[in-house]
């Protein structure tokens, strides 16, 4: 079955910097666009960043484009979020998310991990 594994996390301060990355399994990886979504209490899950199948395009929520870079490693099946510049509103718990298709028109998911929480505080 799909599992996907993410690490990263932590407290940074404004403007400051976290890794996030995401091991995957129970699937054939470089078939499957990716993205990363995050989720504060009380609400659903919100779109961040996404990536084609083959990492030859990315997409970004407005708010984080600039200061975040999604990539992925298609021979270790991981997938990366690189954030920079963090700030007190990004502070949420961040999912790696499989999509149902390799190019998709609009970023959706069928699986996620557990997350891995961001918090940023000074």
């Known amino acids: 079955q799909v599992r996907l594994v993410e690490s990263g996390g932590g407290l940074a301060q404004p403007g400051g910097s976290l890794r996030l990355s995401c091991v995957a399994s129970?699937?054939?990886?470089?078939?499957?666009?990716m993205s990363w979504a995050r989720q504060v209490p009380g609400k659903g899950l919100q779109w961040v960043a996404g990536?084609?199948?083959?990492?030859?395009?990315?997409h970004y929520q407005d708010s984080v484009k600039g200061r975040f870079t999604i990539s992925r490693d298609n021979a270790k099946n991981t997938v990366f979020l690189q954030m920079n510049d963090l700030q007190p509103e990004d502070t949420a718990l961040y999912h790696c998310?499989?999509?149902?298709?390799?190019?998709?028109?609009?970023?959706?998911?069928?699986?996620w991990g557990p997350g891995t929480q961001v918090t940023v505080s000074s």
């Open positions: 998310t499989k999509d149902n298709q390799a190019r998709p028109l609009v970023f959706e998911y069928d699986s």
């Open positions: 129970g699937f054939v990886f470089d078939t499957y666009a």
């Open positions: 990536i084609y199948a083959d990492g030859s395009e990315t």
